[in-house]
């Protein structure tokens, strides 16, 4: 008897059946033809000075709860780089991507998907997580020394993700009429940036396996460089399934829940998923923006009058309550919210 896969990329090299965790039920997998959304593009340079730019943020987290950043600083050759350090880890032979195995207790690492309930379907795809903001934090341990320029490289982007996400959530503040710090002053000084870069092997059951079952991210903003030229990722908008279409050099922000709640729902933290793929792999790398654990996250009350009731309670280690939600296969969100 061959040893048991642990991960997705080697179930895939093996051109096995699918074990029965992995399907979906029929009608429940990708569809691959879903139309495209038309996600406005925001250009990052001229938020601070252009009200009509900063409208369309506005708008397009308030219906889509995501938009496609360009002019953020970061070149294409850049990017590019980012992408080719992502390939270059997982097509490493296993033993030596091993040495990053994810611990037991532990989020951060290389693995597969994380096993949190008996019932739950898995995720067609391998993930390398890492934290690395506050820089004191991080494990190197788990941080890859092959490719030789992983770790410069991811500083060097994570450097760039942090002073972006500052820019965004500041004019988040500002397109509400909000003093432009109270996003980043309510998730406090010792947020955190995790990195999570996804690999999603060639699956050839795509009408039955998802690379990323539908979920809203429990963060308060998520930084999404996706693939240059596989699409995958999908956006649900009124119960209908709509592909985020590709721009290489933009990057993907989308609202997670705790900017749901501290907006008091002004801004959709969006439900999305990942189709998979019979002819191509695909990477993508998420970037997460969580609010420090200690903070009270809470709407502003400058949100809530009487045309606009408050919609959430306050939450206090939103990570924790998401995990214990997602066992039971519910929206977390719905944890914070009141009835109105
Ligand atoms: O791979 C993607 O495009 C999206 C991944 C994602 O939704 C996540 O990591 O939370
Ligand atoms: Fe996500």
Known sequence: MGSVPRTVQELAAKEEEIPQNYLHKEGDGGAPNAPPM??????????????????KLCSALNTW?????INHGMSPEFLNRIREITKQFFHLP????????????????????????????????????LLIYPEDQRKLRFWPENPRSFRSTL????????????????????????????????????????????????????????????????VGITLLL??????????LKDDKWYRAPIIPEAVLINVGDQAEISSNGMFKSPVHRVVTNAERERISLAVFYVPDAEKDIEPFEELIDDS???LY????????????????????????????
């Open 94 to 129: 296993f033993e030596e991507k091993q040495k990053y195995w994810r611990e037991d207790n532990d989020i951060e690492g290389y693995g597969n998907d994380m096993v949190l309930s008996e019932q739950q379907k898995l995720d067609w795809t391998d993930r390398l997580y």
């Open 308 to 310: 606009r009731p408050r």
């Open 65 to 69: 709860g995501c938009f496609q950043a």
């Open 226 to 235: 996706q693939d240059e030229s596989v699409e995958g990722l999908q956006f």
């Open 313 to 340: 309670r306050k939450v206090k280690n939103y990570v924790d309550i998401y995990f214990q939600y997602y066992q039971k296969g519910r929206r977390p969100i719905e944890a914070a919210r009141l009835e109105v």
């Open 155 to 218: 500083h060097e982007y994570s450097l760039k993700l942090k002073s972006i996400s500052v820019v965004v959530l500041k004019a988040m503040a500002r397109s509400l009429n909000l003093a432009e710090n109270c996003f980043v002053d309510q998730y406090g000084e010792r947020s955190k940036l995790y990195a999570r870069f996804n690999f999603y092997p060639k699956c050839p059951r795509p009408d039955l396996v998802l690379g990323t079952k539908p979920h809203a991210d429990g």
């Open 38 to 55: 038309d996600v406005p593009v925001v250009d990052i340079a001229l938020l601070s000075s252009s009200s009509e730019e900063l409208q």
